[in-house]
């Protein structure tokens, strides 16, 4: 039993060193931007803000981490009934699996959302093969039960995926609403540290996110973008923003707690069952 509880300590501990390490650069690069934030880095609101921010995504991280093993079974899912709603399928970030959704699918079917379905997007493929195994997954469902359209949501690089269905791939037609939670829709100065081929693709600037931003944002398709501002993988957080779509900021939020925490998950509720003009 000690072995095991060394274990999760040992877990625990590279979780919350990934995460003070991120948030660290994230400071390097406010100070840098803004010099004025010096003055009061070390106030009692920034100190604990600093904690919070750092204890809370270590622990969610930790959490997901543990989850990671049930997304390796490939647990079949239920075609929608008829009756059930737009199919949602939900696209996990850069190194998750789709163990990463269990909180928010629990949380989405208590209102009453059961059509959930989610895929498994490998670190060692590249964009356009992720893209192809979304397509798949979309049409399956189109056709199972006679649905038109499907709904998709991406945290971080899954939004990306999203978008290049969306975008470039001719996927508009299929999508009713999209939501971007935390998605690097112009890059992040982290991607470099990414060992993985879609860290190019994520890098500011990259060609990939050229062709993105170029292409035009699709009608109606209803495209949300979730901004977080203390996002500690997205550098800098603006780039989390979306030109041309509605864009929705939160705050006091790490890049894997909008997945969990209440004012992440209620965003994406409403998100997917409020009606918009």
């Known amino acids: 039993m000690s072995i095991f509880f060394g274990i999760l300590a040992f877990i625990f501990a590279i979780v919350a060193a990934i995460v003070v390490l991120s948030y660290a650069f994230v400071w390097y690069e406010f100070a840098n931007r803004e010099p004025a934030l010096m003055e009061g880095r070390f106030s009692p609101g920034r100190l604990w803000l600093a904690v919070r921010l750092i204890l809370m995504e270590s622990f969610f991280l930790f ?3 543990l989850q990671h093993p049930l997304g390796w ?6 075609n929608p009934p008829t009756g059930s709603g737009t199919p949602v399928i939900l696209l996990h970030g850069l ?3 789709r163990a990463c959704w269990l909180w928010a699918k629990f949380r989405l079917r208590r209102r009453g959302l059961t059509s959930l379905h989610t895929i498994n997007l490998p670190p060692w493929k590249d964009i356009e093969s992720l893209t192809e195994r979304l397509s798949r997954k979309v049409d399956e469902l189109r056709h199972a039960n006679g649905f038109d359209k499907v709904n998709l949501v991406g945290h971080s690089m ?3 995926i999203a978008r290049n269905y969306i975008q470039l791939r001719g996927g508009a037609a ?4 999209c939501v971007l939670i935390a998605s690097p829709n112009e890059g992040s100065k982290l991607a470099p ?6 860290g190019k693709a994520l890098l500011p600037g990259s060609d990939f996110l050229k062709r993105l931003a170029e292409a035009p944002r699709p009608e109606g398709v209803r495209i949300t973008a979730v901004v977080n501002r203390h996002d500690n993988m997205v550098l800098p957080y603006q780039n989390t923003r979306l030109a041309g779509t509605v864009n ?3 705050a006091g939020l790490g890049h894997i707690s909008t997945l969990y925490h209440p004012r992440g998950v209620n965003t994406l509720i409403a998100e997917l069952t409020e009606e918009h003009s």
Do not use: D, M, Q, Y
């Not at 079974?73 to 239920?78: H, S």
């Not at 299929?174 to 609403?177: A, C, D, I, L």
């Open 248 to 250: 929705v900021e939160l």
């Open 174 to 177: 299929r999508v009713e609403r």
């Open 158 to 160: 899954g939004g990306i």
């Open 193 to 198: 540290f990414a060992l993985s081929p879609l």
């Open 95 to 97: 190194f998750h699996n």
């Open 73 to 78: 079974f490939g647990t079949a899912e239920k």
């Open 63 to 65: 959490l997901t981490v």
